[in-house]
């Protein structure tokens, strides 16, 4: 395996992902859903603690992530560029890693952004560093997961949108029915009421 092929790779799907517009908005809208859900239970909690953030997480990835993987080979395919990328003097794995790499690197760009939370709560308090630093570390094998599946959900659907559907659903199913005892179900509350009303 060749790391140099690996980094063209990573270098060329990180150009593609800041060359467009989308990424931007991807990371903006991110960070304003995280920051938003969590400054609204930080007041009404009153604890120094990021608990909130870390429990509404798992069902912002389910979105999230989805549209940050499902261009990775699907629009290879659709492009008909495939053929050509996979005659490139590399291996098949080389090419997966490098995509990977990319998407995690975005991914952990994204998740720095909110930051700013835990260097708050260090000036309004004391909050304790190590449930901190380990949700942190969770939450990034969380999304390394969603974006491993992404990418072979990617690689089997010639569309973008079915490729982020599917791998839409299948987050969520997983959040749901393997982290169901955790899952932020007072996140859908509002949700569960509005079908009530009308079905």
């Not at 060329?12 to 903006?28: G, K």
């Not at 959900?153 to 199913?173: E, K, M, N």
């Amino acid at each position: 395996m060749n790391s140099r092929n690996i980094i063209t790779i990573t270098k060329r799907e990180l150009s593609a992902y800041f060359n467009s517009v989308v990424a931007y908005i991807f990371m903006i809208v991110f960070v304003v859903m995280t920051v938003g859900l969590y400054i609204s239970e930080f007041f009404m909690a009153g604890n120094a603690d990021m608990r909130a953030l870390f429990n509404s997480l798992p069902i912002i990835l389910c979105a999230f992530l989805p549209a940050l993987t499902m261009r990775l080979w699907a629009e290879e395919r659709r492009g008909n560029t495939l053929e050509l990328l996979l005659t490139f003097p590399m291996s098949t794995h080389e090419l997966v890693i490098g995509k990977y790499a990319a998407s995690i690197l975005f991914y952990l760009l994204s998740l720095l952004l909110t930051l700013p939370i835990p260097i708050m709560l260090l000036f309004l308090g004391k909050p304790d560093l190590g449930p901190m630093i380990g949700s942190y570390l969770g939450c990034l094998l969380y999304g390394s997961f969603f974006i491993a599946l992404g990418i072979f959900i990617s690689g089997i659907c010639r569309d973008q949108i079915v490729a982020f559907i599917s791998t839409l659903v299948i987050c969520f199913l997983f959040v749901y029915f393997i982290c169901r005892k955790n899952f932020p179900f007072k996140y859908l509350e509002k949700f569960y009421f509005f079908l009530e009303i009308f079905f």
